[in-house]
């Protein structure tokens, strides 16, 4: 179990990345961007000719760039990523060397047999000049861990979805393939390859990764509201509900009001993503 005096203020060492053209078009590929390559909205996210990089390509360091949850005491068997958010303050478009650091900065107890969330930050950098790039807040649930107490930062409230009709629907089918394209990015956990490993962790076969059903849902805000521009979108969370697994059919609401978009993911008339929000520029 996690002590939250422990935990609160751990860090990960600091570690340098380099990104090329082809994590970015791999990204782009595992999301489904490819799906109709020759659509002049998709080619720019598979093409390294007229690159548009998606958004929340920086997620893909939630997992690499964080204490382990050994190191903080939750049971890796008993933890799961529960929610999302980054905040881009650079757009990425071509290769990038870069500088990641990531710390704890807060426990939410939920009560005894309820288990605990565990909030990190991470901050990524231009490694050249220390320019920000992007801030990631990534929570876990530690199942195993309720009853340690709350500390660090107080808790942020889950977004409210509007309660009229969503004004965009987009669907997507999720590549059969696709977890095994996004593990390449970064997040190698054989709960999304093995299906022993799937078995064991009490599901049928490999799941989806949780980052990749996020980033399907910013290329929803991409495709739907700001014409492809990924410049336009400034942030982008969300909190994972429910499983997805390759070859489902993922039904994306979208609410706007103003700069604030509203989602809401689904599959097998189950929410999977909910609590979405991404601000506008």
């Known amino acids: 179990m996690i ?3 422990d935990v609160v203020g751990r860090t990960a060492p600091s570690q340098s990345f380099t990104w090329t053209h082809r994590d970015y078009l791999l990204y782009a590929l595992a999301l489904g961007c490819g799906d109709d390559p020759t659509s002049e909205r998709n080619l720019p996210l598979v093409y390294e000719g007229h690159l548009r990089v998606v958004p929340t390509f920086p997620t893909t360091l939630a997992w690499i760039v964080a204490p ?28 990038s060397n870069v500088t990641a650091t990531g710390r704890v900065v807060s426990v939410q ?4 047999e309820r ?39 107080p808790s942020s409230k889950p977004h409210i979805l509007p309660s009229r009709e969503p004004d965009r629907r987009i669907s997507y089918q999720v590549r059969p393939d696709a977890a095994l394209l996004y ?19 009490g599901f049928s076969r490999p799941i989806l990764h949780g980052l990749c059903t996020f980033g399907m849902t910013c290329r929803a805000v991409l495709d739907s509201l700001v014409e492809g521009e990924p410049a336009r979108i400034a942030s982008h969370e969300a909190r994972f509900t429910a499983p997805v697994y390759p070859g489902d059919s993922l039904e994306i609401a979208l609410w706007r009001d103003g700069s604030t978009v509203s989602f809401q993911a689904s599959v097998r008339g189950v929410v999977a993503i909910s609590n979405g929000k991404s601000e506008l520029r």
């Open 183 to 201: 593990r390449l990015t970064g997040d190698r956990n054989p709960l999304h390859a093995d299906p022993a490993a799937a078995r064991a962790a």
């Open 3 to 5: 002590s939250n005096t």
């Open 68 to 95: 382990t949850f050994e190191s903080l005491g939750a049971h890796p068997d008993f933890a799961l990523h529960s929610g999302q958010k980054i905040e881009i303050h650079k757009n990425l478009c071509a290769p």
């Open 109 to 112: 107890d939920k009560g005894r």
């Open 115 to 153: 288990g605990a969330l565990i909030v990190m930050r991470q901050e990524v950098t231009n490694a050249h000049d220390g320019m920000p790039l992007a801030t990631l807040t990534t929570t876990c649930f530690a199942r195993d861990s309720g009853g340690c107490g709350s500390a660090g930062e």
